[in-house]
């Protein structure tokens, strides 16, 4: 299913890099362990794993899983043979995310040019703080998130690539709250008012984490209320911000969602612009998962408005399958206010008399030092699907559902036979909030598939079906059905 890292040259076979079937010229014992665990990774993971004939997990219990793996650390060394079987454990025991019936979660499935570029960015370790380190990297983070940039409509702007979503609202927050506060950065919390931030009921709980991250609190996050599709109200918006300034607090910070995670529900962006607008405040778009129907000529209408924010935060590793983890934040900002946030100006690493242009040293952008390159797994699969692809790959998600919802969570409840034409008994909510969690009980110890369940405001436990992966096809469309009927069939 997949060659590995061949030089791109009309040289003979032998100079395949890592012939998966010969060991490697060097012969020492780290290089072969090596090797041998590529092996275990193309059979168990990459073969098996995403191959419908195979179970998506073989569960086991805490205790049992525990002494399996052997997960002890000891003083001395254990034979390569042994560390062999503790890989192979690892590869068994896994859940398989890049498993086809695998819809737990909004990420899952694989692709292989993403998978080529994690693989390398392993091997070449490199940090992404200085062009003297990463030459190859800082040049093509910005070509990245160049081009994920004018996708939303911006011409010029910053951005960096953080370790997930949660992390690039935070950042949009703390960015945020500098521009409106520059001295918060040598003055901390002591002389600033009360601050609020706005967000869907719907959000992302990392909004509130931000909050109580950044010391703002989680008291002044403002819930503003959402239409019956899940989407934020801006007349309710607009009402809660007002009376924030009657009662002598500072509002700052609006976050709207584009994608909510149960729902899949995309807020009005125009509308909240307005608002925005109205009240000078800070608008962020957490597109982490929708973000990528901005590829889609037929569905980028659903992040209408889009490029009114002042920022964005968007994870490849969703729809677009490019591997945990992948997520940017996008800026519209020009004036360098990334950098100002941010930068301690560490004199062992962003030294201002280097040979080369210093804005290249995008490190002091970061509150992180070490930083992983996550740019080259979505670099090398935009080259070689291309936009198109891309676009081709969100519609084919949409696609799979008839009818067609907003987006591609499907949420739902399924009915026991002995409880259909029931609806009118008392303890009926009580009972229906028990059917998920059995189902899913039975189709982890079975590891036929993965969906997951949960409640929401007044709804009782539901299943969301999230599925965006490109090896899903109708029949597993079709088995899923018939596999939560088979589960629940006696409940």
Known sequence: KIQLLRESTDEPESHILCDLNEPLVDHTEGQLFLNDTFKIIMEEVLCKGTDIKHKVCEWKEPK?????????LRATGEPQHRLLQRVQDVAKYSIKTSHPRFMNQQFGGVDYHALAG?????????NLYTYEVAPVFVLMEAEVLRGLRQLVGWTEGDGLFCPGGSASNMYAMNIARYQHFPEVKSQGLCGLPRLNIFTSSDSHYSVKKGAAFLGIGTDNVIIVEVDEGGRMIPDDLDEKITLAKSQGAVPF???????TTVRGAFDPLDLIAD??????????????????????????HLLKGVYRANSVSW???????????????????????????????????????????????????????????????????????????FAERVDKA????IPQPEFVNVCFWFIPPSMRGKEGMADYQDRLAKVAPVIKER???QGTMMVGYQ???????????????????????????DEIERLGKDL
Request: proline share 2%; glycine share 4%; hydrophobic share 45%.
């Open 443 to 445: 189709m982890m110890k």
């Open 275 to 300: 608002v925005c607008e109205k009240h000078k405040l800070w608008m962020h778009v957490d597109a982490a998962w929708g973000g990528s129907v901005l590829f889609s000529k037929q569905h980028s």
């Open 398 to 401: 949409f696609n799979q559902y």
């Open 455 to 481: 409640p929401l405001g007044n709804k009782v436990n539901f299943f969301r079906m999230v599925v965006f992966s490109p090896l899903l096809t109708q029949k597993d469309m079709d088995f899923f059905l």
């Open 118 to 126: 994690r693989f390398l960015t392993e091997a070449l370790n490199t």
């Open 64 to 72: 049992e899983l525990a002494l399996l793996l052997d997960l002890e």
């Open 253 to 259: 910070f609006v976050s709207c969602t584009s994608g």
């Open 315 to 389: 994870n490849p590793h969703k729809m677009l399958v490019a591997g945990l983890q992948c997520s940017a934040l996008l800026l519209q900002d020009t004036t360098d206010l990334l950098r100002k946030c941010h930068s301690a100006n560490a004199t062992y690493l962003f030294q201002q008399d280097k040979f080369y242009d210093l804005n290249l040293d995008v490190g002091d952008k970061s509150v992180q030092c070490s930083r992983k390159v996550d740019c080259l797994k979505l670099w090398l699969m935009w080259k070689a699907v291309g936009s198109i692809g």
